[in-house]
């Protein structure tokens, strides 16, 4: 009987061994193999203004640079670009190229741009703006776009492209996967020194629901709001010896609430811009 008992632990023993090993196994495998992205990035960052003096010299705009994919493992990339020209939109439309070898020289034209998309170069104009999207596909058939990967806590699911949101949203990692430039307001290349006022107006009394005027001096941008009620008034100073003031409205909702004006520090004013103001105020120079 001692006999049959200890063969029987044995065998118990070995029993509750066999699931354990497997599950355990089971476990170690469930990991997937680690595999490289496809990535691409621009050598320098993209330019996200390109700053002209007048219209007539948009026609010659261009901007180079240099596609990296730093894994070496990019089998192609591609380019679409779309654009807001005079209020109108165009595209998305195919742009250049198919890239299948790294590093590749990228140019864009304003040429190049009106062929794609088919606008008329001579309506080009200060606001407008250009944007891009790049596609990569890897040496393992899988697409990577500007469409980021997202992930539920809560449902546990992934959803979206297969790019990481951090490589699409920060400037440092310079990405190719959507990218644009923007021409900006006209400056003020003679700006009166001194105190300029900005005077905003919300119709409804709420604030100006997202909007704001931003002001550049010498590079250094300031943006200003309407943060609530119907009324606010900002005194910008702009020193003696500023080579450039810019000033320009980025919309909100509800643009029939907004309304400006500008004066000078010679007490000219400026406006009224708005209900529904435009891009550039049209300031004149002093």
Sequence with gaps: MKNFKLVLK????????????????EEKNRL??????????????????????????????????VLEAPDGNVASYSIEVSAVVAGEEYGPVPFGETVTSFPAN???????????????IADVGFADTFSFTGTAVNNNGIVYSSDPLTYDSDTKVAAGGNSSGDLLSEAGYR??????FAIPCPPNNN????DWIIAMTDLFGDGWDG????????????????????????????????????ISYTSGSWEEEHVYTITNPDGVEFGPFGPEPGTCPEYTSP
């Excluded at 044995?10 to 196994?25: G, H, K, N, T």
């Excluded at 621009?42 to 390109?50: K, Q």
């Excluded at 002209?52 to 261009?62: F, G, H, K, P, R």
């Excluded at 990405?175 to 644009?180: I, V, W």
Aim: charged share 15%; net charge negative; with cysteine.
């Design 10 to 25: 044995a065998f118990m023993v070995f029993a509750l061994l066999i699931p354990f090993q497997s599950c355990e196994d």
């Design 211 to 246: 909007a704001f005027v931003t002001v550049e001096i010498d590079g250094a941008m300031t943006d200003y709001t309407v943060a609530d009620g119907d009324f606010a008034n900002h005194t910008i100073n702009v020193p003696a010896g500023t080579g450039v003031l810019r």
């Design 106 to 120: 990228l140019t864009i034209t304003m040429s190049d741009l009106a062929s794609a998309l088919g606008f008329d």
């Design 175 to 180: 990405n190719a996967f959507a990218f644009s």
């Design 32 to 65: 997937d193999e680690f595999q490289l992205g496809g990535f691409v990035r621009f050598e320098t960052p993209f330019p996200t203004v390109v700053n002209i003096a007048s219209l007539a010299e948009a026609a010659n705009i261009t901007i180079t640079n």
């Design 191 to 194: 700006p009166i020194n001194g």
